[in-house]
């Protein structure tokens, strides 16, 4: 597959390519460019050249493109959701498919809020010298965005950076996943054929940290869109500094899921089993399971159970409701976390094996509020650690003992409970009686708190994002002597 430059499928200036392979059988299934220097350059020429024109379009012909993009998502559904299994390695169906149909809801969406995105007219003669002035605001894109998407959710988070984005006049540069690119370009070419002018919507390939950093270090990019580590986030604000290039992060997290002496037993099992979903490779999905004393054993075992009924191998088999990890490597890391865990005291209760890029679901007991995976280490797989707690102080200052604060869940039949402890958890977003390990389109998503992020990126926050305001002041509008 190539690049999207300009319009056009490219390939690399120099000519190199890196293998993508299949992580469910470890074969390569294509390849993609390596973009050099040289063709970051280009491509965000291509698209500062085409953001006067693209703003200039009315908005309503902007989103008649981007819906008839939407339009042509959910007609080839199930074409773009077989090669994201083959990259990624999600269940077809169950989850594949299912994330190209939130592509197309997103970009309606945004279509949706776009159209209706206005400015405010201030009241007059409030203040003394401006009787007769007429104050208003409007919105105006920031100008070329650089979009930096992560492999767990490659169609999913781009639709989310992207739709608005455009919708609201901007041109995008995306760095698509190394793992699992080969989606997004297919949509690339979608956006074209739905009739996108050529250098609106850029795509680039290759190693993440070229890449990123030669766009991050342009200033002709208005703002960075990053999803991805905390690590990796740091870097891109050092670097964006130096341009005072504006940035939206959406970073780590170790998402605590609380389960109070009185909570819902069913629900609790039911929403800890469904935290399987994509191999637990979720920013937001649940990785510490703070649980009542008097639960914890209940818990375990029940958790066990349900596991034991996951169907676990080739994503495209119909019966298959867990595939393998995004790669190998990313199977080896969770494997030396769960060792290092073992190491500080935890026992083993479920799985704990690799074979290639698929791990055992886990079940980690005897685990303490010090060791590192109760608080700052995230690990990025089907591992579920279980911490005990007495009181509802204990809960909250285990939960809150970490220097990520993305997502969090509750679980307690007691109303006071669920709101005085979402109240307390220092975390961007609580859900009461649900493990948080979700994205609603509409509500705000992001951390806001600590080290993961700053971004609220949702239909009814984004716009604020990927538009500036304009004042405008109409001296005199109201006088009547002139």
Not at 66 to 72: G, K, P, T, V, Y
Not at 269 to 289: P, Y
Not at 378 to 392: A, H, R
Request: charged share 25%; net charge negative; glycine share 8%.
């Amino acid at each position: 597959m190539k690049m999207i430059i300009n319009g056009r499928k490219t390939s690399s200036s120099d000519g190199k390519t890196q293998n993508i392979v299949n992580p469910a059988t470890l074969e390569v299934i294509d390849n993609v460019p390596c973009t050099t220097a040289e063709d970051v350059t280009k491509a965000i020429d291509g698209a500062v050249c085409a953001q006067e024109g693209w703003a200039a379009l009315p908005v309503r012909e902007r989103c008649a493109i981007l819906r008839r993009f939407a339009d042509m998502v959910m007609e080839r559904r199930l074409e773009l959701g077989e090669i994201l299994t083959k990259e990624a390695g999600k269940p077809y169906m169950k989850e594949a498919v299912w994330e190209l149909d939130s592509v197309a809801y997103v970009y309606r969406g945004a279509c949706d809020v776009a159209l209706h995105y206005y400015g405010a007219t201030m009241p007059v003669g409030t203040e003394p010298g401006y009787d007769d002035d007429l104050q208003l605001t409007i919105h105006e894109p920031l100008g070329t965005l650089a979009c930096i998407i992560p492999y767990n959710f490659p169609p999913a988070i781009w639709a989310f950076k992207t739709a608005a984005a455009l919708a609201a006049g901007n041109t995008i540069v995306v760095k698509a996943p190394s793992f699992d690119p080969m989606t997004l370009l297919v949509l690339h070419e979608m956006l074209h054929e739905a009739g996108l002018p050529a250098g609106v919507a850029q795509c680039l390939t290759g190693k993440g940290a070229l890449v990123g950093d030669l766009l991050v270090d342009d200033p002709r990019i208005a703002c960075v869109n990053f999803t991805g580590s905390t690590e990796a986030g740091l870097s891109i604000a050092q670097t964006a500094a130096k341009h005072l290039t504006d940035y939206k992060f959406e970073l780590g997290g170790n998402d605590p899921f609380i389960v109070f002496e009185d909570a819902d037993m069913e629900l609790v099992i039911k929403e800890a089993e469904d935290q399987a979903r994509n191999n637990r490779q979720c920013c937001t999905g649940s990785k510490r399971f703070i649980v009542h004393n008097s639960l914890k054993d209940e818990f375990i075992k029940r958790l066990s159970v349900e596991l034991d009924k996951l169907v676990i191998g080739d994503p495209m088999d119909p019966n298959v409701n867990m595939g393998p990890m995004i790669a190998e490597r990313a199977a080896k890391k969770v494997e030396e976390q769960v060792n290092l865990t073992v190491s500080q005291g935890a026992k083993i209760v479920r799985g704990g094996k690799r074979k290639g890029a698929f791990y055992e679901p886990t079940i980690l007991s005897d685990v303490t509020p010090s060791m590192d995976i109760a608080q700052n280490m995230e690990v990025f797989g089907p591992v579920w650690p279980v911490i005990g707690f007495d009181t509802e102080d204990e809960a909250v200052a285990i939960a809150n003992n970490s220097h990520y604060g993305l997502g969090g869940g509750l679980f307690s039949k007691n109303i006071y409970t669920c709101l005085q402890t979402a109240k307390r958890l220092k975390t961007g977003h609580v859900a009461i009686n649900g493990s948080g390990n979700f994205r609603a389109a509409e509500l705000p998503f992001g951390g806001g708190k600590k080290m993961s992020g700053n971004s609220r990126e949702s239909l009814s926050k984004v716009m604020d994002e990927v538009t500036q305001i304009k004042s405008i002041v109409f001296r005199y509008a109201f006088d009547e002597r002139k």
